[in-house]
Structure formats: C-alpha cells, structure tokens
C-alpha cells in the first residue's frame, strides 16, 4: 500500500497502480487503471479498465468513468448543483464514456455527459453533455471541432 494513503472498502481489477497520497472510499476500479498520487475519489464512483487517472484529481460519489479514459492533473469533477455545507442536496451522476480525454484543470459540472471519445482541452468548465468525437474547450467550454473531420 502506498505511503499515507486511505484505502476504505475499494474494489480494484487486476494490475491496477496506486501511488503515494491517494484517498479511496468504496469506490471500484478496473483493469491495468493509474491512478497517481493526491488523488480524491469517493465512495459509489465507478471507473473502468486502462483509465489514466493524473495527480490531484477529485472524482465525487455518482461519477461513472468508462474504459480507456484519460484524467489529466487537477481535474474536478462535482456532483450538486447548489452545494451548502449543510441541509438536503441532490446527487446529480455524471459520465465519462469510453476513449474520452479531460485536460489539465478542467472542472466538470454535475449532471454531465461527456461523449465516447470526445476531448475536453485544459482549463476548461463543461456546463453542458459533449458530444461523442468532439473537441470542448474553455469557460463554458464550447466545441471547437469534430474529431472526425481531423482524422480523416
């Protein structure tokens, strides 16, 4: 187990990596995942196999992350939208389909679909679902091209 780390009722896959300062509670992780240090991730959050989880990253209960995803540093996911310190809240679910990509410091809103494959670029606050394939960028974060159009 990783230096100072909490580890509480986890599930993990085979050949998945935990590095130093990592708090997990009750949350599940598939196959050959990173997840590397000082990263937050609370209990019912699912993430699937060959996820890349990057440094001080804070994924909150009702977050689904799907196969072959990329996290980068600083990422925040959240999962209410009128959070008070106290009182009743409404956990809204938000989900990272498979292949997509979250660039360095984005914030993601509650309640969020982010395609399958689609790109969020760095410092970016999605407010709204991305569409599949799609590139996202900036504050709200708006499209700026369809992936397929570039890989053609």
Do not use: H
């Amino acid at each position: 187990m990783p230096d100072y780390a909490v580890i509480k009722k986890a599930k993990f896959g085979k050949d998945v990596r935990i590095y130093d300062q990592v708090n997990l509670y009750g949350c599940e992780v598939g196959d050959n995942t990173k997840i590397d240090s000082f990263v937050y991730i609370e209990e019912g959050v699912k993430i699937g196999k060959n996820v890349k989880i990057r440094p001080f990253t804070f994924i909150p209960e009702g977050v689904t992350i799907e196969d072959d995803v990329f996290i980068g540093p600083g990422v925040t996911f959240t999962n209410d939208k009128y959070p008070r310190s106290r009182g009743e809240w409404k956990l809204l679910r938000t989900v990272v389909k498979k292949g997509a990509s979250i660039g360095a410091g984005s914030v993601i809103l509650p309640g969020i679909t982010i395609g399958e494959n689609a790109m969020v670029g760095a410092g970016s606050v999605v407010t709204k679902d991305v569409a599949p394939k799609s590139v996202v960028a900036g504050n709200p974060a708006k499209p700026l091209e369809n992936l397929q159009k570039t890989q053609k």
